[in-house]
């Protein structure tokens, strides 16, 4: 199963708006700069966020994106299921009924064993992803990260923070 890279960028995202204080915001072009990525694909991940209310978007001059809600609420398959959709990763397309030997719909009346295995995969995946909290991702790095990706990490969300005067907010 290979998930696109629009999830890493969500996923770090999220974890970098963990860090930021209070009722603040972030711009998506201090998020982009801080992952070398192009500020209009990152956009499009987070609008995607913010569409299902895993991050708040603020308008205006000190306007940016945070959490919707506290990261311990959040984990990673809300933000995967974000980025990528509900859909399962395998969709089974029944191609036992294809080929140059078919028969009737009688003779498929049990469900693909291929389809029942690939779905029970899916199933422990998500639960395993239902499980990892944004928070835990944080704390651990916080933790065992490198003290000095930490620091700069701490410094650029700092940095980068746009305090908000009111608390009024706009969903994107």
Same mark, same amino acid.
């Given at each position: 199963?290979?998930?696109? $890279? =629009?999830? #890493?960028? +969500?996923?770090? *995202?999220?974890?970098?708006?963990?860090?930021?204080?209070?009722?603040?915001?972030?711009? &998506?072009?201090?998020?982009?700069?801080?992952?070398?990525?192009?500020?209009?694909?990152l956009l499009k991940h987070l609008n995607m966020l913010s569409a299902a209310r895993i991050l708040e978007s603020v308008s205006g001059p000190a306007g940016g994106y945070?959490?919707?809600?506290?990261?311990?609420?959040?984990?990673?398959?809300?933000?995967?299921?974000?980025? $990528? =959709?509900? #859909?399962? +990763?395998?969709? *089974?397309?029944?191609?036992?009924?294809?080929?140059?030997?078919?028969?009737?719909?009688? &003779?498929?009346?049990?469900?693909?064993?291929?389809?029942?295995?690939?779905?029970?995969?899916?199933?422990?995946?998500?639960?395993?992803?239902?499980?990892?909290?944004?928070?835990?991702?944080?704390?651990?790095?916080?933790?065992?990260?490198?003290?000095?990706s930490l620091a700069a990490s701490c410094a650029f969300v700092e940095r980068h923070q746009r305090p908000q005067k009111s608390s009024s907010t706009k969903q994107a």
């Amino acid at each position: 199963m290979k998930l696109g $890279e =629009g999830v #890493e960028a +969500a996923i770090h *995202c999220a974890a970098m708006l963990a860090g930021v204080e209070g009722n603040s915001t972030m711009a &998506a072009s201090a998020m982009a700069e801080a992952f070398g990525l192009s500020p209009s694909y990152l956009l499009k991940h987070l609008n995607m966020l913010s569409a299902a209310r895993i991050l708040e978007s603020v308008s205006g001059p000190a306007g940016g994106y945070r959490l919707a809600r506290p990261a311990e609420r959040i984990s990673l398959l809300d933000i995967v299921l974000a980025v $990528e =959709g509900r #859909e399962p +990763a395998f969709r *089974c397309g029944e191609i036992r009924r294809n080929g140059p030997v078919t028969f009737d719909a009688s &003779a498929y009346v049990k469900p693909c064993g291929i389809n029942a295995a690939m779905l029970k995969a899916e199933r422990a995946y998500r639960a395993a992803l239902a499980e990892a909290k944004l928070s835990d991702i944080v704390a651990t790095y916080a933790a065992e990260g490198d003290p000095r990706s930490l620091a700069a990490s701490c410094a650029f969300v700092e940095r980068h923070q746009r305090p908000q005067k009111s608390s009024s907010t706009k969903q994107a």
